[in-house]
């Protein structure tokens, strides 16, 4: 059974940082591309970054370009979004997905709020 | 960017009721079309993947159509469990992009 699962939510002011775990099992991690889409509160689902198998290449969506980081760690089967300069507008569940062109496997989602 | 709009946003069904949405590109997409389903509280899930190809496990009532830049999800009778919110998205593009998602309720 494939299995996603978030860690790393949590409440962080304007301005601050957080990184988003998410672990893979029951399947080969390395060679599927994972993807990050968030969705705001009572908002529509919104794409923001894709990383290969390989790591090698990396997409963001312009909103979060410059201020998250998409990477992974294939030997230890996660994926990770590094979070920084967060805004008020980046509050959202945060989903970990399989896919390189859809999802096939999405996460239960991790909940990210940015307030003061 | 590539702009996904689907319409209608939100429409009201009965049980048995055949329905259809409707999701426009700003470019041609070819096939390169996904559709989803969420339930309140929930992961998405994938139901129709390359416009028209039918994900393992969904039943036959789902169906997809179109390429270019017109596709649509048709519901060919509606059951209580798809009372739910739809969404398109595009992969034409490495930088992906969903509609705006049209909700299903009961009428």
């Known amino acids: 059974e494939v299995q996603l699962l978030e860690s790393g939510g949590n409440l962080v002011q304007p301005g601050g940082s957080l990184r988003l775990s998410c672990a893979v099992s029951?399947?080969?991690?390395?060679?599927?591309?994972m993807t990050w889409v968030r969705q705001a509160p009572g908002k529509g689902l919104e794409w923001i970054s894709t990383i290969s198998g390989s790591g090698g290449n990396t997409y963001y969506a312009d909103s979060v370009k410059g201020r998250f980081t998409i990477s992974r760690d294939n030997s230890k089967n996660t994926l990770y979004l590094q979070m920084k300069s967060l805004r008020v507008e980046d509050t959202a569940v945060y989903y970990c997905a399989e896919g390189s062109s859809w999802v096939d496997y999405w996460g239960q989602g991790t909940l990210v709020t940015v307030s003061s | 960017d590539i702009q996904m709009t689907q319409s209608p946003s939100s429409l009201s069904a009965s049980v048995g009721d055949r329905v259809t949405i409707s999701c426009r590109a700003s470019q041609s997409i070819s096939s390169n079309l996904n559709w989803y389903q969420q339930k309140p509280g929930k992961a998405p899930k994938l139901l129709i993947y390359s416009a028209s190809r039918l994900q393992s496990g969904v039943p036959s009532r789902f169906s997809g159509s179109g390429s270019g830049t017109d596709f649509s999800l048709t519901i060919s009778s509606l059951q209580p469990e798809d009372f739910a919110t739809y969404y398109c998205q595009q992969s034409y593009s490495t930088l992906w992009t969903f509609g705006q998602g049209t909700k299903v309720e009961i009428k």
């Open positions: 029951g399947l080969t991690f390395s060679i599927y591309a």
